[in-house]
């Protein structure tokens, strides 16, 4: 599966952005999908993730109350609405594509699909 995320911006400290990740070459379905983070001289962290049915979501702890992740999987699409953005918040945001169908995958090693990151600059 490809996975091509966008959406990414400059935003001012307090503003929102949404990001979407659309699938193609394969049906991301059945599979959970979740968003990822780098930013500068850091390593890749956990943002949130999905279930392949929508019903279940989770939130790293910083972002928990500030950020929703959905999904439209007639779309192939998944969503990163992120609201109250923060400076920290500051990274290039990766869409990807989990191995399994259910429960809290906040490691890389749950994802063996990855899109190409979309930049996300939060002013303080």
């Known amino acids: 599966v490809q996975l091509q995320a966008s959406g990414g911006g400059l935003v001012q400290a307090g503003g929102s952005l949404r990001l979407s990740c659309a699938a193609s070459?394969?049906?991301?379905?059945?599979?959970?999908m979740g968003w990822f983070r780098q930013a500068p001289g850091k390593e890749r962290e956990f943002v949130a993730a999905?279930?392949?049915?929508?019903?279940?979501?989770y939130y790293s702890d910083s972002v928990k109350g500030r950020f929703t992740i959905s999904r439209d999987n007639a779309k192939s699409t998944v969503y990163l609405q992120m609201n109250s953005l923060k400076h920290d918040d500051t990274a290039v945001y990766f869409c990807a594509a989990s191995i399994f169908s259910t429960g809290r995958r906040d490691t890389r090693t749950d994802f063996d699909s990855w899109g190409q990151g979309t930049l996300v600059t939060v002013s303080s």
């Open positions: 999905i279930s392949w049915n929508g019903l279940s979501t």
């Open positions: 070459g394969r049906t991301i379905g059945s599979r959970a």
